[in-house]
C-alpha cells in the first residue's frame, strides 16, 4: 500500500512539475502601447466629435497585407512577431506555430484560424477622420506595425467584434481592458482621429481597470 501511494505521489508530482515548467502561451504584444497616465492624457486630448462619412466607406479605400519584406506581407509579420516557435515556408506562410489571442484568452495552432485585427477598425477610422486622407496615408494606417494597431486574434472574436468601437463592444477577457483602452487611444492620438462622447467615456471606464 506505501508503494502505491508513493507512486501516486510520484505521478501527481510529475504533473505539477511539468505544468510548472511547460512555457506560457505567447502573449506578443504589439509596440508603443501608452502608460496609464499617458493614456488619460491622450484621450483628454482628443476632439470629441460625431461622426461622418459613414455612407462613402470602402475597405479597398485603405490597401492593406502590402508585402513589407521578401514575400512577407503585414499579415503574415504579424503572425510571426505574435506567434510561438513559429515556422514559415518559402512564401512566409506559417506551417506551425501557435498563438495566443488576448481578447479571448484563446489559443490556437491553425493560422487559419487567426485574424489579424485592426484594433481601431479601418471604417471606424474613416468614420473619425481619415476620409479626408489620401490614399497613401490610409496605406500607412492599414499596415502599421509600429504602433499597437495590429493584433492576432481568433476569427471568431474578430467577427463578433466587427467594426465596433469601445461603447458597444470590449474584449470578452475583462483584464485585457485596460491595454486594449490603451492601444485603442495611442492609435487615435497618434493619427489624429476623434472620438465620440460615448467611445469616451467607455475608453475612461475601461482604463479605469488598469
Not at 504589439?30 to 476632439?47: D, G, M, Y
Not at 489620401?134 to 466587427?162: C, H, I, M
Request: include cysteine.
Amino acid at each position: 500500500m506505501a508503494r502505491v501511494r508513493k507512486a501516486a505521489f510520484a505521478s501527481v508530482a510529475a504533473v505539477v512539475l511539468s505544468v510548472m515548467l511547460a512555457p506560457p502561451p505567447a502573449q506578443a504584444t504589439p509596440p508603443n502601447i501608452p502608460s496609464h497616465s499617458t493614456a488619460v492624457s491622450r484621450l483628454n486630448s482628443l476632439t470629441v466629435a460625431a461622426e461622418s462619412q459613414q455612407s462613402s466607406y470602402n475597405r479597398d479605400l485603405f490597401p492593406h497585407w502590402i508585402t513589407i519584406t521578401g514575400t512577407c506581407n503585414t499579415r503574415e509579420q504579424v503572425l510571426k512577431r505574435d506567434g510561438s516557435n513559429v515556422t514559415v515556408d518559402s512564401s512566409c506562410y506559417p506551417t506551425a506555430g501557435s498563438w495566443y489571442s488576448p481578447y479571448d484568452g484563446v489559443t490556437r495552432t491553425n493560422p487559419a484560424e487567426i485574424s489579424i485585427d485592426h484594433v481601431v477598425p479601418l471604417a471606424e477610422a474613416w468614420r473619425s477622420g481619415a476620409w479626408s486622407w489620401t490614399t497613401s496615408r490610409r496605406q500607412t494606417y492599414a499596415n502599421d506595425l509600429g504602433g499597437p494597431e495590429l493584433w492576432a486574434v481568433t476569427g471568431s472574436v474578430n467577427s463578433s467584434k466587427g467594426d465596433k468601437d469601445p461603447a458597444a463592444w470590449k474584449p470578452p477577457v475583462a483584464a485585457f481592458h485596460c491595454t486594449y483602452a490603451r492601444a485603442w487611444i495611442q492609435v487615435k492620438w497618434y493619427y489624429g482621429l476623434s472620438v465620440q462622447s460615448a467611445e469616451k467615456s467607455a475608453l475612461s471606464t475601461m482604463l479605469n481597470t488598469c
